[in-house]
């Protein structure tokens, strides 16, 4: 290896660049002087485009940067060596470089192809100027539209609010009258004036419930309480507390898994579990009642669900049973109105989630739900 070097830096009998010139000091000097700077300049290039490299991240192909770097460096050095060889003629150790420098500069060149239509795609400062106006622009009329949308829906909220109490009152006068018809009257005329005072009684009856249900729809936004750190356990306890009269009579055994705290609205989230839970003993079979809930840890999310082994639900209609007053089933089969599952998806909804069902006919139904992670 020692003999390699020497062997490299070597002269023998070559004669020093300086020669050529006929060691005129004009001509030998300018030829240093340019070939000095030309290599300063080489040697400046890579290194500003090396601090470039180090403060653009994500920079496009960084790697062809590199390779500009060290093939510029390797044309520098030829000039270095140019001024060493006007005195020492060290020709090999010249002609190894050029030929380093020949090798890189066509590696360059063939990587450098393939990258055209690809530095041709990208934008430029004007292209990118355009786009980010048109993006703004997006923006703005996306706020201006939800602005619209969320007026809309406050107004609609206010609407069906009042229209659902100015409701009540009238429908309280219908019905007590026809409460005093049945009391007076029943069975003092004939069969068909007590059923049509039955229909009527019914009716109000179903009306009111319609009513107070839309007034609990309608006040999941204008009632709403400010999220908070809750605890998982207390409102499935909670959530129970109203159904101890249907769990008794269907002889239903609800379970659960350990619960987290979660980040929201606990009187909502109780009437979340208590509609699902209680979907859950009303759409049963002839089997008892099994109902669990679970809950899984999914990256910044939990993932709730209530599993049953109940009638089940055709998944041709998953999409329709989350719209309000949908029902699948006839009155005189299963009593509602067709807008728990509703409120199920607003109340999810407002926490940042979403709400799912996965199921068969004949063989229960699950129900997901996902809440956000404290902190996510």
Request: glycine share 6%; with cysteine; aromatic share 10%.
């Amino acid at each position: 290896m020692i003999d390699f070097f020497r062997n490299l830096l070597s002269s023998d009998s070559f004669m020093p660049h300086g020669h050529c010139f006929l060691w005129d000091p004009g001509v030998l000097w300018l030829t240093v002087a340019s070939d000095a700077l030309i290599a300063l300049s080489y040697y400046a290039i890579p290194l500003v485009l090396f601090l470039f490299i180090r403060k653009k991240k994500n920079l496009p192909f960084a790697w062809m940067f590199f390779l500009f770097c060290v093939f510029i460096l390797l044309c520098g050095t030829t000039h270095v060596l140019d001024v060493w060889t006007v005195w020492d003629p060290a020709y090999r150790l010249l002609g190894l470089v050029k030929a380093a420098t020949a090798l890189v500069s066509i590696a360059t060149a063939v990587l450098l192809i393939p990258l055209i239509p690809k530095a041709l795609a990208l934008r430029s400062p004007e292209e990118l100027e355009a786009k980010n106006q048109e993006l703004q622009k997006e923006i703005v009329e996306r706020d201006r539209v939800k602005k619209l949308l969320d007026q809309s829906n406050k107004e609609l909220q206010q609407f069906a609010y009042i229209a659902s109490h100015d409701l009540q009152e009238p429908l309280r006068m219908v019905s007590s009258y026809v409460q005093l018809l049945q009391k007076k009257y029943k069975g003092k005329l004939d069969s068909d004036a007590d059923e049509y005072i039955e229909f009527a009684s019914d009716g109000a009856r179903r009306m009111g419930n319609l009513i107070n249900d839309l007034l609990a729809y309608s006040r999941l936004e204008s009632q709403a309480k400010e999220f908070r750190l809750v605890d998982g356990e207390n409102i499935f306890r909670n959530s129970l507390r109203d159904l101890q009269a249907a769990i008794k009579e269907s002889g239903a055994v609800v379970t659960h898994d350990p619960l987290p705290r979660v980040m929201g609205d606990d009187v909502q989230l109780e009437s979340l579990f208590q509609n699902l839970i209680g979907n859950a003993i009303k759409y049963r079979g002839k089997k008892t009642p099994q109902i669990h809930v679970s809950v899984e840890m999914k990256p910044g999310e939990w993932v709730f669900s209530v599993r049953d082994n109940g009638i089940g639900i055709d998944p041709g209609y998953f999409g329709r049973i989350f719209v309000i007053f949908q029902r699948l089933h006839a009155r005189h089969e299963y009593s509602g109105t067709g807008i728990g599952l509703a409120v199920c998806k607003k109340i999810v909804e407002r926490h940042g989630g979403r709400i799912w069902v996965e199921s068969e006919p004949g063989k229960g139904a699950t129900f997901y739900f996902t809440i956000p992670e404290v902190g996510a």
